[in-house]
């Protein structure tokens, strides 16, 4: 049998942590890098697994990397302490691994996003693929501030069975995380040498809500697509205007 280590980074998912644990406990190996968290998270985490490592925050790739780093099974599942493996995914994760020779390197997850205790089948937000089950000499997470992914050299596939993904608490904490990842998006693109124009600040949040509502039908979710489909024009508008203040700053 293919043996599997889950990698998983945490700061203060207290919250989380537990379920998202129990969920991967039947896996051969947890590896949890934290971020100095200053709730119960590592206490938690320890009650799992003894490969718990701290390590101060740079960036989500840095992290995730260090996690792979300190595993030591061939195959490597991330997950997110607000996501949760199903049991019909644990299932296909261990009929790959006890099916021998294995010709794939990464395989995508689909995602079910659960938005306000409801699950989102439209906006763009479902199935959501991830590539998140890979061979760990095979993967790397590409060096990005937010939005990071694993590039992995190989053939991949895609699994069928979902995880289960619990992304806000609440509209506060929605709100919070647009303005955190919404920054160090901003970041991202003045490293790359753009500007924001009066037309980044106009039409591409409105491009970015007619996507979500119409186009993939967040209509059909009622009043949770509309939500989720005005925060996520409203990302894209906070993410050019943040990239406006820091152009000014640097021309200042």
Aim: with cysteine.
């Amino acid at each position: 049998m293919n043996k599997l280590s889950v990698v998983i980074i945490t700061y203060n998912e207290e919250g989380n942590i537990r379920d998202c644990l129990e969920s991967v406990n039947w896996s051969d190996e947890i590896v949890v890098v934290d971020s100095f968290s200053t709730d119960r998270t590592v206490e938690i985490a320890r009650e799992f697994t003894p490969n718990v490592f701290q390590n101060r925050w740079i960036n989500f790739s840095e992290q995730k990397n260090l996690a792979l780093e300190k595993a030591s099974n061939e195959w490597v599942l991330n997950v997110d302490a607000d996501e949760r493996v199903t049991p019909e995914l644990k299932k296909e994760i261990l009929r790959i691994l006890n099916s021998g020779s294995i010709s794939i390197d990464g395989y995508y997850i689909p995602y079910r996003n659960h938005y306000l205790g409801k699950w989102i089948r439209h906006c763009g937000w479902y199935p959501d693929y991830h590539l998140r089950l890979f061979r760990r000499n095979k993967g790397k997470f590409n060096n990005r501030l937010v939005h990071e992914s694993v590039i992995v050299e190989g053939k991949k596939g895609h699994l069928k069975s979902h995880l289960e993904h619990f992304s806000y608490k609440n509209l506060s904490d929605h709100l919070a995380r647009i303005d955190k990842y919404a920054w160090l998006a901003a970041q991202e693109m003045l490293g790359r040498g753009k500007s924001t124009r009066a037309f980044d600040l106009l039409f591409r949040p409105l491009a970015r809500f007619i996507r979500m509502y119409l186009i993939k039908r967040g209509f059909l979710d009622g009043i949770y697509g509309l939500i989720v489909s005005l925060m996520g024009s409203f990302y894209v508008f906070t993410k050019y205007l943040k990239l406006w203040e820091l152009s000014r700053r640097r021309i200042h």
